[in-house]
């Protein structure tokens, strides 16, 4: 199974300032017929289901706010909020979707400071 | 808008049996994989078990091959989860999510508690 690692585990950063959260894959997720990485971002609210944010590593879903972007290639990818916002307060996964079984960070919890 | 709905949670006790399901709608339900992800405080999200468009290629996470079965009638917009055997550790919020590379639609959850 691939393992997903996140870091930090939580993160408190003031409004406005910028949230940089780091996703590690135990190995590459890199499909290199297609050159797209396997790798998605999800922001989950309290007993809120997650919401897709990031998809192939850096492309943002449809009305995501363009201060979250993605990066990164291979196993090691970035999730940053540019400039936070209070309703940005949540707990965020990575995910890989490169091969089975799809398995998922540990969770990152940004809070405000 | 689309939609999931999942229902069928509740209290079993263990060795016993539930099953999920999933209702669909404001999209071609018959035209997405989908698949089922649960989530409990200890352990995070953890995906389950996946199907494809028509219902004949399922896979499993190993937690629960064998014991699990997921399944889906396009007539009825509606994907299951029939889970039998259950254990302890199967406590969790059960999702129904759609496939698009990445899980782009979510349901709200259904919570299931495997309690003596």
């Known amino acids: 199974d691939i393992v997903m690692t996140q870091s930090p585990d939580s993160l408190a950063v003031s409004l406005g300032e910028r949230a940089t959260i780091n996703c590690k894959s135990s190995q590459s997720v890199l499909y290199s017929s297609s050159n797209k990485n396997n790798l998605a971002w999800y922001q989950q609210k309290p007993g809120q289901p997650p919401k897709l944010l990031i998809f192939w590593a850096s492309a943002r879903e449809s009305g995501v706010p363009d201060r979250f972007s993605g990066s990164g290639s291979g196993t090691d990818f970035t999730l940053t909020i540019s400039s936070l916002l209070a309703e940005d307060v949540a707990i965020y996964y990575c995910?890989?979707?490169?091969?089975?079984?799809?398995?998922f960070g540990q969770g990152t919890k940004v809070e405000l400071k | 808008e689309v939609q999931l709905v999942e229902s069928g949670g509740g209290l079993v006790q263990p060795g016993g049996s539930l099953r999920l399901s999933c209702a669909a709608s404001g999209f071609t339900f018959s035209g997405y994989y989908m698949h089922w992800v649960r989530q409990t405080p200890g352990k995070g999200l953890v995906w389950v078990a996946d199907?494809?468009?028509?219902?004949?290629?399922?896979t499993y996470a190993d937690s629960v091959k064998g014991r699990f079965t997921i399944s889906r009638d396009n007539a009825k917009n509606t994907l299951y989860l029939q889970m039998n055997s259950l254990r302890d550790e199967d406590t969790a919020v059960y999702y129904c999510?759609?496939?698009?590379?990445?899980?782009?639609?979510w349901g709200r959850g259904t919570l299931v508690t495997v309690s003596s």
């Open positions: 999510a759609r496939d698009h590379g990445a899980f782009n639609a």
């Open positions: 995910q890989q979707y490169y091969s089975f079984p799809w398995t």
């Open positions: 199907i494809d468009t028509d219902g004949g290629t399922t």
